[in-house]
């Protein structure tokens, strides 16, 4: 039955990745925080970093299933890819060998408060400046560096910071949700290599690092399957409606992880 669980938890961020270009991971994390604490299979210490973990690792194949759809289709700017990634990538790496220093609770309270950031954004009727540009190299550079940190932080692998980062420089939206589809690949990639470097936690068996090695197994063949049925939704869906859903979305999962967070102070 937990295994049946998990891959329900793949078909669900599979299908919202495919469709909202993220990867996944807002559904994968807060899934597997739940999990880990209604089972008692990790230490209560462990839960959050190894949810983190776990879900960089299953959004490499998630994306590459929805990064594949979308190239195909044609709606990846490949001119956005070439800038950002490099600088997402070595945020992410950073993120993935940091984050297992910080606190907990100040974790998943610094990860519901930013979804809920991203959420409140997507869900206005804000429009951005018409003759707004990307930036030049330094820009473009602090852009990513910050952009892959907060991801790798988050395990969402960058969907929820590149599809509003690209939105803001006027990219349409289906073609913001192809490109976050196409830069997770090597940010995950990124992220999930610094966290495989870490110590495992002493009281888990089938880790590699910090990552779940038996829920990443059944998260991720959910999601491959999932994922580009999710694309080809993302392409009949109009664009406001697209960031609506995305924004709600975003909404309850930060605040059951505000929720959470509550529990692990003092």
């Not at 049925?229 to 992880?257: E, N, T, Y």
Request: net charge positive; hydrophobic share 55%; aromatic share 8%.
């Amino acid at each position: 039955m937990e295994t049946l669980a998990l891959i329900g938890v793949g078909l669900c961020s599979g299908l919202l990745g495919g469709m909202l270009g993220i990867g996944g991971g807002v559904v994968i994390v807060p899934a597997l925080i739940f999990a880990y604490e209604l089972s008692g299979m990790k230490a209560a210490a462990d839960v959050t970093v190894i949810a983190v973990a776990t879900s960089m690792s299953c959004i490499i194949f998630t994306s590459f299933s929805a990064a594949y759809t979308q190239y195909r289709a044609k709606k990846v700017k490949m001119d956005v890819v070439r800038r950002l990634v490099p600088f997402f990538v070595l945020g992410s790496l950073c993120a993935g060998l940091a984050t297992p220093l910080f606190d907990p609770g100040l974790l998943r309270l610094l990860i519901g408060a930013f979804l809920l950031l991203v959420a409140i954004v997507m869900l206005r009727s804000w429009k951005p400046n018409p003759t707004r540009q990307f930036p030049g190299p330094v820009g473009s550079g602090a852009t990513g560096l910050i952009g892959g940190f907060v991801s790798g932080t988050a395990g969402i692998a960058g969907g929820n910071v590149i599809v509003p980062t690209l939105l803001y420089f006027n990219t349409p939206v289906h073609n913001a949700t192809a490109t976050s589809s196409a830069m997770g690949v090597p940010i995950a990639l990124a992220g999930a290599v610094g966290y495989a470097l870490g110590s495992p936690a002493a009281s888990s068996t089938w880790m590699l690092g910090l990552i779940d090695l038996q829920s990443w197994l059944a998260i991720t063949v959910g999601a491959i399957i999932a994922a580009p049925a999710g694309v080809r939704i993302a392409h009949r869906v109009p664009a406001d409606l697209l960031k609506k859903v995305f924004g709600a979305f975003l909404v309850l999962v930060s605040l059951r992880m505000l929720y959470s967070s509550a529990g692990l102070f003092g």
